[in-house]
C-alpha cells in the first residue's frame, strides 16, 4: 500500500481514533482542519439536534442515519459512527481504498455502523439511504465547478427532517472567497435555511472563528 502517516484524535470517552492519511492522493487523502473542528462539534453536540425523532433519529432507541459527503479520510463519519450513528461515507472512486483501511482500523471504536460507497456529486443517487437524518459535509466548498453538482447531490439526498451539518474554513486566497460567497449566499439560500453555531457551542479546544460549524435545513414548503 501507499506510504501513510498517521493522525490520531482524542476522543472525549475511550480510545482515540486513528486515521491514516497519505502524501500522494490528492486534497482528501489528509485530514483538514475544519474536518477536526466538526468531528469535535459532533461528539460534544451527541445526541445531535435538528434532525429525525427526538431520540437523535432512526427512532426505536437506534441510532440517527447520516450519510457523509466528500469524506476524505473518514474521520467526520467515524466519529459519528464511534457516538452510535449509522454512517454511509462517501467520496469519489480513488479514495475507498484510504476509507476503507481507516473504517476497519477503527471499527473496534464504532458503537452504530459504518460503510463506505462511491458518491461523485452531481451524479444520480442509487445505493444510499433517502432522507437520512443528517447529511455531514467538511471543508468540500473550494472550487466552483462542484458548487452545482454538489448542491443537486445535497438536494437529491435531503428531504424535509434532514438535518445537513457542514464545516468549512473561509480562506482569503484566490477565488475561495467568491466560490464561498456564490454557494451560500445565492445557491443554497434558495431552498436551504442556514443556522450558523456559535463558537461557544463548539469544542472548547478544537474551534476558530475561521472555521464556520452550519445546520442547513430545507425551507419549509408553504
Ligand atoms: C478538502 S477535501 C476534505 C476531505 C474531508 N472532508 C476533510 O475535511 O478532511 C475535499 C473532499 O471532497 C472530495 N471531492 C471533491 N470533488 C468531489 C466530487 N465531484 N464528488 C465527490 N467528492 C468530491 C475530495 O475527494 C475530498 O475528499
Known sequence: MTESFVRSVERRAGSPLR????????????????????????????PWPGGGSADG????????VAVELGAGTGLVGLMAAALGANV????????????????????H????????????????VTDLPSDPD?????????????????????????????CIILSYEERTMGNNPKVEKRFFFELLQTDFEIEEIPLDKQDEEYRSEDIHVLHIRRKSRR
Open 19 to 46: 486515521l491514516r492519511q497519505r502524501a500522494v492522493g490528492g486534497v482528501g487523502a489528509v485530514v483538514w482542519d475544519a474536518a477536526l473542528v466538526l468531528a469535535k462539534y459532533l461528539e460534544r453536540a451527541w
Open 57 to 64: 433519529g432512526g427512532g426505536g432507541g437506534a441510532g440517527p
Open 88 to 107: 454511509t461515507v462517501t467520496d469519489l472512486e480513488e479514495l475507498q481504498d484510504l476509507l476503507n483501511v481507516n473504517i476497519n482500523d477503527n471499527k
Open 109 to 124: 471504536l464504532v458503537t452504530g455502523s459504518i460503510q463506505a460507497k462511491v458518491l461523485k456529486w452531481g451524479e444520480t
Open 134 to 162: 443528517y447529511i455531514l459535509v467538511a471543508d468540500c466548498i473550494y472550487y466552483e465547478q462542484s458548487l452545482e453538482p454538489l448542491l443537486r447531490t445535497i438536494k437529491d439526498l435531503s428531504g424535509n427532517k434532514t
